[in-house]
């Protein structure tokens, strides 16, 4: 989980190709992120400045918009 000031980000518990948002210190959860074929299932995420990091199965992946949008990190 990352806490990304207003808001919790989390892999989905029930589909780790998911992302969840709560703005209410995690009473409720919505889907930030509906999962995709190309990025796969997320693994582990962190926070690195302005960037999410994830960890998928599809590999390292970035985000520069609090996990709304996934792009692949070249080698």
């Known amino acids: 989980m ?40 997320f693994i582990d995420m962190t926070e690195d400045g302005d960037e999410l990091l994830a960890n998928t199965s599809r590999g390292l992946f970035y985000s520069r918009n609090e996990g709304r949008v996934w792009n692949r990190r070249s080698r």
Not at 28 to 35: A, D, E, F, L, M
């Open 2 to 41: 990352i806490n990304l000031g207003r808001e919790l980000l989390r892999i989905s518990p029930k589909d780790p190709k998911k992302l969840e948002f709560s703005t209410n210190h995690g009473r409720t959860w919505n889907t930030r992120y509906c999962g995709s074929s190309s990025v796969g299932e």
